[in-house]
């Protein structure tokens, strides 16, 4: 296949800079969708605000570029008005859990039929390379000059904490699980986080001294580990990769047919 | 008896008449005083078939209206002061990305948390400039419940007309306050339904290509044509763009859509009007009590005449500066510090024979309220 079938080559050259990890998720993403077989009027994409957000207008589907942080509240309107449609979100760090943590952990907990991508470079990049929620302490930014204080979420706890019914973590670096846990994530019945680390070289790395996009792609490789190996075991600051949860519980359109089932009783 | 009459709260006349006006879906979070319309329109959309769902907060809530409207539906959300602040950047991005849909802001004494259960109209100002940027807004009131069903049904259909967010600015009076309605037959009120484009499939759809008379046809998302919604500046595709004509040319479309039709959006009722020499300007709760003063007065032969607007965004200047040419004075009455009367003053030639007759600490402005400053104006003392 080609990934120009879904691309809208109009809108191109797109925005990022040269080695950022972006474009292999849309790559990723694209090929789950092609692999799926799904047709492009029934996708709609939603994004918010930021680097990651920009994603959306460069797919050929219906595709709605909303305000920071809201990205999920706008498709949980496109999503209950017309639940046959696949919904898939992609979102920064900043914009999923910093200014969208709210609108992301109910979500969650309504188990709403979306697919939730949080692209995350632990970094606000559009702005100018500001510390987010999921930079951690020690992290260096623009507005951490001396270090970042704040401690990180764990996406993949939180989610989970919140009721998400799937949840998975990958890297830029794995590029074939991208595709392989977004095709997962698209199929599930209900709420589906898949979190990607994703390298941002001119802020993130840059600032943290961790080398050209290369060589913080060979950081993923090396951080990261499949879920429970025995190298988690004697590192245990590996990070894990893999799928987290993947359970059946009432989906929220779903339910809500019953209400409506209910309230004509039946007719 | 005729089983459409009904002894309802104002609450009650707006949900009754977006069911009426073919409302499919509504999001919302509890605030007094405008929970009932969500709690009324929990029971009645399922019925209908229609979605019902409550948000976590007022900001997703205007958010998933202006979501389920991109898939064909006709929807509103309804909230209060502090709610409707929290609702300004995505009635800006409904604005900026034309969709159309109806805000109830059932308004309160602010600012803050303010006093959530007694009545104000403090909000007028913040319905017109509350989102930031340049931009034009429809806002409509009623005063009576009758009143209130025609208005929301107007509301839809301007929303679908000129494809943008309309304000509803009711009062907790209002809204709160029990009175007969008469449910109008289906056909009685005509509704507007989406211009959908008549583009093939396979064939180029321009979403942000407006046709000659100003409209810009929809195309529902799922259906044939795929495009992009932005809240940046775009082109006719809906894509970003920087370039100094798309910026000019957009803005003007946004604001000139509304504001070169300034007339034929503006709704009001007129009472006495015709040899009036003192002219009373009111709308929503307060215009009750307007129209009891001129109704008194005009027993006892005094000149009374009352506007009483619906129309309060885009402002209706002309019409106001007509109707109160030559006229000796003109008073406001309004419960604010005289949002309404700042736009009076700019409007008419005399700004200086304009008065305020308000009452700002949340209680009701009574007749006599108004016919104190009345009496100062006539000279005759309080």
């Known amino acids: 296949m080609s990934n120009k079938t879904y691309l809208r080559e109009r809108f191109f050259p797109h925005l990022w800079c040269p080695g950022c990890g972006h474009g292999i998720v849309l790559s990723g993403l694209l090929r789950a969708v092609e692999q799926l077989g799904l047709s492009k009027n029934e996708i709609v994409m939603v994004s918010g605000i930021g680097c990651s957000a920009r994603i959306s207008g460069y797919v050929d589907f219906h595709t709605l570029h909303t305000i920071h942080g809201r990205a999920l509240a706008f498709a949980t309107g496109v999503k209950i008005s017309l639940p046959e449609l696949k919904l898939i979100v992609p979102m920064g760090d900043g914009d999923a859990l910093a200014i969208g943590g709210n609108h992301f952990i109910h979500a969650a907990r309504r188990n709403i039929d979306i697919t939730a991508i949080v692209m995350n470079n632990r ?16 992290i260096n930014a623009s507005t951490a000059p001396y270090a970042n ?28 699980q991208i595709t392989d846990f977004i095709k997962q994530a698209i199929v599930h019945r209900g709420f589906a986080v898949v979190e990607i680390l994703t390298q941002c070289p001119t802020h993130f790395g840059r600032k943290n001294k961790e080398g050209s996009a290369v060589d913080m792609l060979k950081r993923y490789q090396e951080s990261t580990t499949p879920i429970g190996s025995k190298a988690k075991q004697e590192n245990p600051d590996l990070i894990e990769r893999g799928i987290f949860v993947q359970k059946e519980a009432p989906e929220y359109c779903d339910q809500y047919d019953l209400v409506i089932e209910r309230a004509t009783g039946g007719q | 008896m005729n089983k459409n009459i009904k002894f309802v709260q104002g609450n009650e006349a707006v949900a009754e008449a977006a069911m009426y006006a073919g409302l499919s879906f509504f999001a919302g979070y509890p605030i007094t005083p405008s929970s009932e319309i969500a709690e009324i329109l929990a029971k009645r959309l399922p019925e209908n078939r229609g979605k019902f769902i409550q948000m976590e907060d007022e900001i997703a809530s205007l958010c998933a209206i202006i979501g389920a409207s991109l898939t064909g539906h006709k929807v509103m959300t309804a909230t209060s002061g502090p709610g409707f602040s929290l609702m300004q950047e995505a009635l800006g991005y409904a604005v900026m990305t034309e969709i159309p849909c109806v805000i109830v802001n059932v308004m309160r004494g602010g600012p803050s948390t303010g006093i959530p259960t007694h009545g104000s109209q403090g909000d007028v100002n913040q319905a017109r400039w509350g989102t930031h940027g340049d931009h034009a807004i429809v806002a409509l009131t009623a005063s009576t419940h009758q009143d209130i069903f025609e208005v929301t049904v107007t509301a839809f259909n301007l929303a679908e007309t000129y494809r943008t967010p309309v304000i509803l600015l009711f009062d907790e009076v209002v809204a709160h306050m029990r009175e007969r309605l008469v449910i109008p037959e289906k056909g009685e009120l005509p509704l507007v339904e989406r211009l959908r484009t008549s583009v093939k499939e396979g064939v180029d ?24 919604v932005t ?40 009472f006495f009007m015709e040899d009036a020499q003192i002219v009373l300007i009111s709308y929503g709760s307060a215009a009750r009590s307007a129209l009891h003063v001129v109704t ?48 009076v003053k700019m409007a008419v030639e005399q700004p200086d024979s304009v008065f305020l007759a308000n009452r700002i600490d949340g209680t009701f402005i009574t007749p006599t309220d108004i016919q104190n400053i009345l009496r100062l104006i006539q000279g005759k003392g309080v």
């Open chain 2, 205 to 228: 759809y321009h979403p942000y290509l407006p046709r000659e008379d100003g409209r810009l046809p929809m195309s529902d998302f799922g259906g044939v044509h795929r495009y992009n």
């Open chain 1, 149 to 176: 204080i704040d401690p990180a979420f764990d996406v993949v706890e939180l989610a989970q904490a919140a009721g998400a019914t799937f949840v998975a973590r990958t890297t830029a670096y794995h590029a074939k």
């Open chain 1, 123 to 138: 970094i606000y990049g559009m702005t100018g390379g500001q510390f987010s929620p999921l930079s951690g302490p020690g």
């Open chain 2, 296 to 343: 008194n007065r005009r027993l006892r032969g005094v000149r009374l005449g009352l506007l009483e607007l619906q129309t309060l965004w885009p402002f209706p200047s002309e019409i106001i500066r007509e109707k109160c040419a030559g006229v000796r004075a003109v008073i406001v009455v309004e419960h604010n510090m005289g949002q309404v009367m700042q736009s």
């Open chain 2, 231 to 270: 809240g940046l500046y775009h082109d006719m595709w809906g894509f970003p763009s920087s370039e100094p004509r798309v910026v000019h040319g957009l803005i003007r479309h946004l604001v000139d859509k509304l504001e070169n039709r300034v007339n034929k959006l503006a709704r009001y009722k007129e």
